[in-house]
């Protein structure tokens, strides 16, 4: 087979009609491709209203069939799980089932080490139902909610597996999800999502394939200390509906999420080091999906061929201070994810089908240690937006939300215009300069016009502002050495919360990395 990139398809056409255009860039025959694997499958919406997918794809030609020009030949990229490892005396417990705990449980468990695994939310189905008594009644469970339960924090999202890194590991993480379930096309699209429908099977399929491969998993309980002795970790707390217990270990994975304040505290007061890190914090921004694909495809939009269209922004502001769009949800609702009692946070999330009439997509201003005092005074700033925005939101989890145009014009709004808000149980329309620091409206009201001139209709009057939206990173990194072991030896901080990972494929592939450096320590 011969990789071909650059097969231009008309939005018209779609992908059906692709073996005719990989055939005319190759200089053959369409008869004379005999197997063709797309790749890669990207939009080029550039030169409005010429719309085209773009394709890479792996081509297999007849005998003695020559293209003209020169193409590489295609290597599928590959990735070798480790193996030969011997199983400890104890088992090594793995903290957190989000992306990065689940993805070091399958790696420790295929690598011939099950392993325990600790989640303090729910299994997904019973956390489905909490979650949805949550937005439409306000009752939050602060153990099962959107940051916490089986799949963590990406299991009520968009799905999305856009990244900015290269790791031999992602193609393997994509696969792996194909195989629990998400959608084949995650394979090849350039920007691939699963959707929420879709994660809630895949992370009940991984569920099942642990406990196959002799993995214990136990829900409800909290990961809550820790022991040493002279060599390390010697032993874990773990608290469940029936009190404290200990587990001997000497390996612990600790993947928490950004969104375990308690844990944190309590490892730093074990001695754990860690140090504070920049974030980001702001609003959920939403708009008629139809204005944004009109602006994104043109006339094009209209063909019912294209996909749901995104958008990736970011300006520098003269402050130093960069604001910038952040896990855009196509066709998606603002959710209500919030875990603490008394704190609004919003995040968002679409189905695979991405059908929604909105497009919602974070609008976020950076911050820095600098910005606060203290190693948890970024984590204090984050708690203390969602108290704001949980007070301004009428005190039972509704969220506070202004339109565009009132927030540029700094006046109060009373309701909605052509953008119905999403967010459930309900938003309540105010003032948000009330309700955020005024730095940080500062710099979404100098952003917005900006970015504007990039997508039209971005500041649209009608467009709706939705706060708080605090956990997009986390406030604090645990610290760890080359060997990803943190001060206290035994411990693998792990993932997004600990700092190492942005989004559900970055943390995946860091649980694996986490895991694969006890299996080699194993061997
Ligand atoms: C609504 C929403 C939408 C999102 N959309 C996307 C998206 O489309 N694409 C994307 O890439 N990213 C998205 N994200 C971010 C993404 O979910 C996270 O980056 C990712 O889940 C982080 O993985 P993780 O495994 O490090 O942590 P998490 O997924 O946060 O998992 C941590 C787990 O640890 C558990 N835990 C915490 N403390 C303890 C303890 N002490 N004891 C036992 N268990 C504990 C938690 O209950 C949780 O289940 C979204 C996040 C949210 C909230």
Not at 155 to 175: A, C, E, H, M, Q
Not at 181 to 201: C, S
């Amino acid at each position: 087979m011969i990789k071909v990139s650059g097969i231009k398809v008309p939005a018209a056409e779609g992908k059906k009609f692709i073996k005719r255009h990989a055939a005319r860039v190759l200089g053959v025959k369409p008869e004379d491709i005999t197997a063709l694997e797309v790749l890669k499958e990207s939009v080029d919406s550039r030169k409005k209203p010429d719309v085209y997918f773009i394709y890479t794809a792996a081509v297999g030609l007849r005998e003695g069939v020559t293209p003209r020009g020169r193409f590489e030949t295609y290597v599928p990229d590959k990735y070798t799980p480790v193996t030969g490892a011997f199983p400890p005396e104890n088992r090594p417990v793995v903290v957190g089932m989000g992306p990065a705990g689940l993805f070091a449980a399958l790696t420790l468990a295929e690598g011939g080490v099950p392993c325990t695994v600790i989640e303090r939310g729910q299994p997904v189905e019973q956390r489905d139902r909490d979650v949805n008594r949550f937005w439409s009644s306000g009752k939050l469970d602060t153990e099962s909610n959107v940051q916490f339960g089986e799949g963590g924090a990406g299991t009520f999202s968009d799905g999305k597996l856009t990244t900015g890194t290269n790791d031999p590991r992602i193609g393997y993480v994509f696969r792996r999800f194909a195989e629990f379930g998400a959608p084949e096309e995650i394979l090849y699209l350039a920007k691939p999502h699963i959707g929420t429908d879709r994660l809630k099977t895949v992370v009940k399929n991984i569920r099942e394939h642990l406990i196959s491969l002799g993995c214990d998993i136990r829900f409800g309980s909290k990961f809550t200390g820790f022991s040493t002795d002279e060599n390390g970790l010697n032993s874990v707390q773990i608290q469940d509906k029936d009190g404290v217990y200990e587990l001997k270990t000497r390996h612990l994975i600790l993947a928490p999420g950004n969104g375990a304040r308690d844990t944190f505290r309590m490892l730093h007061d074990h001695g754990v080091r860690m140090e504070p890190k920049s974030f980001a914090v702001g609003v959920r921004i939403e708009h008629l999906q139809r204005d944004i694909d009109m602006t994104q495809y043109g006339e094009a939009a209209t063909l019912g061929t294209l996909p749901a269209s995104s958008y990736k922004l970011a300006v520098h502001l003269t402050s130093g201070r960069g604001v910038f769009t952040f896990c855009v949800c196509p066709g998606g609702s603002v959710v209500a994810a919030s875990s603490e009692t008394g704190g609004v946070v919003t995040n968002g999330m679409s189905d695979f089908a991405r059908d929604g009439k909105n497009i919602n997509g974070g609008l976020l201003v950076s911050v820095t240690p600098a910005d606060f005092d203290g190693l948890f005074g970024g984590m204090e700033f984050q708690a203390e937006l969602e108290r704001s925005a949980f007070r301004h939101g009428g005190g039972a989890y509704g969220a506070p939300a202004q339109l565009v145009k009132d927030f540029l014009g700094r006046r109060p709004s009373t309701d909605h215009g052509r953008v119905a808000p999403t967010y459930r149980p309900a938003v309540r329309f105010c003032n948000l300069w009330d309700v955020l620091p005024g730095f940080i409206c500062e710099a979404i009201a100098e952003a917005l016009p900006l970015m504007n001139r990039k997508i039209r209709g971005f500041a649209d009057g009608d467009a709706v502002l939705t706060a708080a939206e605090t956990r997009s990173s986390s406030p604090v990194r645990i610290l760890r050495d080359e060997n990803y072991g943190a001060s206290v030896p035994g411990i693998y901080p792990c993932g997004e919360g600990a700092g190492y990972a942005g989004g559900i494929t970055t943390s995946s592939v860091d649980g694996i990395k986490c895991a694969e450096k006890i299996l080699e320590s194993l061997k």
